[in-house]
Nanobody, 123 residues
Framework: QVQLVDSGGGLVQAGGSLRLSCAVS????????MGWFRQAPGKERELVAT????????YYADDVKGRFSISRDNAQNTGYLQMNSLKPEDTAIYSC????????????????WGQGTQVTVSS
């Protein structure tokens, strides 16, 4: 059974940094992409960044470009989201997802999800 455990959230002041981790275990599927999504209260879940497991090609949402960095360690089956220059509007529950998919941009494309980790940025 595939399991994703994401961690690393917390409370940080504006301008600070956090590093989220997503440990993947179980399953024998081909993991094409990992994605990080976030959902703020009263808002829909939105894509933050994706990375292709095989070659590390990345994609970022416009509002996190230059501030966030997604990476992966294939040997450790772990993905990361480094978040710098955090803003209060980055406050949300962040969740990682993975799956053997062709299009990595919509949350409905991903079959496997972590439980989510809360990120709170104070002003």
């Amino acid at each position: 059974q595939v399991q994703l455990v994401d961690s690393g959230g917390g409370l940080v002041q504006a301008g600070g940094s956090l590093r989220l981790s997503c440990a993947v275990s179980g399953g024998t599927f081909s993991r094409a992409y990992m994605g990080w999504f976030r959902q703020a209260p009263g808002k829909e879940r939105e894509l933050v960044a994706t990375i292709r497991w095989s070659d590390g090609i990345t994609y970022y949402a416009d509002d996190v470009k230059g501030r966030f960095s997604i990476s992966r360690d294939n040997a450790q089956n772990t993905g990361y989201l480094q978040m710098n220059s955090l803003k209060p509007e980055d406050t949300a529950i962040y969740s990682c997802a993975t799956g053997s998919i062709l299009r990595p941009f919509s949350p409905t494309d991903y079959p496997y999800w972590g439980q989510g980790t809360q990120v709170t940025v104070s002003s």
